[in-house]
């Protein structure tokens, strides 16, 4: 039973392949038959619609690559945008860091100060 149906499948294959083939050989006849200049309209027509089709796929393209450049354009910006953004809140805890450091020599500075004096008064109340 599937033996047959694979047949009659590969049957209906090959007919639906043979009238293709002969409608296209019956269009190609009548295209013979007609005359020269009705041959060369219909060229004409055909070539023109070719050319349509091949502009319009090469806009598609065009297109597409524009949009594609314009997404990785974006997702660059993006990118640098980000970086410059860690860069400057990276400059900004360094200075932060800094003016702690800073504060921490002057207070380590006033202490030592105040220690001296305190010494000094000392040896001079001795």
């Known amino acids: 039973l599937i033996i ?27 295209f013979d ?19 349509k089709i091949l502009t319009e796929k090469k806009d598609a393209e ?10 990785e354009e974006k997702i660059l910006k993006e990118k640098r945008v980000a970086e410059e953004r860690i860069l400057k809140e990276e400059r900004e805890a360094e200075q932060k860091i800094l003016k702690v450091r800073l504060a921490e020599e002057k207070i380590l500075q006033e202490k030592k100060d105040a220690v001296e004096k305190i010494l000094k008064e000392k040896r001079e109340a001795e």
């Open 62 to 71: 065009e297109s597409i690559l524009k949009e594609k450049r314009e997404a």
């Open 33 to 51: 038959r007609l005359p020269k200049w009705k041959k060369e309209k219909i060229l004409k027509e055909k070539k023109v619609v070719e050319d």
């Open 4 to 30: 047959k149906k694979e047949n009659a499948a590969r049957l209906l294959v090959q007919q639906k392949k043979m009238e293709a083939e002969m409608q296209i050989r019956k269009e190609q006849d009548a």
